[in-house]
């Protein structure tokens, strides 16, 4: 099967080192960190370059990640997780091994939306929590990326986008949500004005979380 990361693991997080990559993972992660529960034991399916594994506080910490080359680098950038070669809808783990299994900008890539999830909450102990991140399909930001993908430009070619409405068609109400970066991604500094002037405006968050049990 095609790997639409191949040869972009290593510019993956380049951007984050950027004025505006920077202040926009960081309001990523304040949101994430928000809805995160405690637990011991942490799975994230389509865990990339480690980016989140490096940083979030479990003892236990696995990835699942089917891109070659993602998962190479993030064996040596997250030496602390366990990587696992597979996808999310088939997920090689038995039933209710987790406490958290994370979901961050992973469904955008998945060939079975419906099949990942419902492999997440089977490997999800009773009463575990299932942490959602989607890049929502209303905001200007999966506009561009849209947009990116229809003129060729990988990994957007082989991206669908999602609405918290169809997360919540698919897993049922959230018990939290959480969301983050209002602006548009032509948005000029100072971000945090221009954040705010995003949600005044009404725009849909680039990212939109929620949690499930
Ligand atoms: C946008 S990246 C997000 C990576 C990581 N979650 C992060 O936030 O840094 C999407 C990841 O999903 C992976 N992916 C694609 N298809 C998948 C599948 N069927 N199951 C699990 N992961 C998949 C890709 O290889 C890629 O590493």
């Known amino acids: 099967m095609e790997d639409p990361f191949q040869g972009l693991a290593e510019a993956y997080e380049a951007w984050y080192e950027t004025p505006l990559g920077a202040y926009v993972i960081a309001e ?9 529960p405690p637990g011991e034991s942490l ?3 389509g ?7 490096r940083r979030l506080p479990y003892r236990e910490k696995v990835g699942v990640e089917p891109s070659p080359a ?19 809808e088939d997920l090689p783990f ?13 469904l955008e890539f998945v060939g079975d ?32 990326y849209h947009h990116l993908g229809e003129k060729g430009v990988r990994p957007w070619t082989h991206a669908r986008f999602l609405t918290r409405e169809d ?16 602006f548009a991604p032509e948005a000029r500094p100072p971000y945090g004005e221009a954040d705010r ?15 499930w049990r």
């Open 28 to 36: 990523e992660e304040r949101a994430l960190r928000a809805l995160l």
């Open 43 to 45: 799975l994230e399916v």
């Open 47 to 53: 865990a990339g370059t480690g980016y989140w594994l």
């Open 70 to 88: 993602m998962r190479r680098l993030g064996e040596v950038r997250a030496k602390e997780a366990v990587w696992v070669e597979g996808r999310g």
């Open 94 to 106: 038995p039933g209710g091994r987790f406490d958290v299994v994370l979901l961050f900008t992973t």
């Open 113 to 144: 939306v419906g099949r990942t999830l419902r492999e997440a909450r089977r490997v999800l102990r009773p009463g575990g929590a299932l942490v959602v991140g989607i890049l929502e399909a209303l905001s200007p930001w999966a506009a561009l």
């Open 167 to 182: 997360l919540a068609a698919l897993l049922g109400p959230p018990e939290a949500e959480g969301e983050a970066v209002h």
């Open 197 to 211: 002037a995003g949600k005044r405006a009404g725009n849909r968050p680039a990212l939109y979380l929620g949690r």
